[in-house]
């Protein structure tokens, strides 16, 4: 509702301007999803400053509270099936701090990968793989990617 554009690059390499009419968003998805976002215009109403402020800090409060925050990390890497939070079923599968090379399930919140200055992208796959593996057996549960890997 607030993205008035947006400019992308296709998988192909080409650059294009999405405009509004083209944009589709929904809960973890948007009409983007392929593409690699290079700008965006935002049509934003003006609000009180201090509210604005309050709201941030507030969110920041709960960000920094469970996100793994000064540390490289992948995101979120896995949807939650059935309601079912995958951070707490990666963390009832033992997996807090498995670590592939230098990929280690984060401590803080399991469904996030910190990788350190030695991480290779076939680590982070293969810890990736790992956990799912041992989800779908402790816990008879297949976690689903929330993430694309190109």
Same mark, same amino acid.
């Given at each position: ?87 707490? /079923? =990666? %963390? ?6 498995? !670590?592939?090379? &230098? ?23 293969? /810890? =990736? %793989? ?6 779908? !057996?402790?816990? &008879? ?10």
């Amino acid at each position: 509702q607030w993205t008035h554009r947006a400019t992308v690059m296709t998988r192909a390499g080409e650059i294009n301007v999405r405009e509004r009419s083209e944009l589709v968003f929904a809960y973890r998805q948007s009409s983007l999803d392929e593409l690699v976002i290079l700008a965006a215009e935002f049509e934003l109403e003006p609000d009180d400053p201090t509210e604005l402020a309050r709201r941030m800090q507030k969110q920041w409060i709960v960000k920094k509270s469970i996100q793994p925050l000064g540390h490289q990390h992948t995101g979120c890497i896995f949807k939650s099936p059935r309601g079912i939070n995958a951070g707490s /079923l =990666i %963390e009832q599968a033992g997996l807090k701090g498995y !670590r592939v090379g &230098g990929a280690e399930v984060c401590d803080r919140h399991a469904n996030y990968v910190i990788a350190d200055g030695d991480a290779t992208p076939r680590d982070i796959e293969q /810890l =990736i %793989e790992d956990v799912r593996s041992r989800v779908a !057996r402790r816990m &008879g549960v297949d976690l689903e990617l929330q993430i694309d890997i190109w």
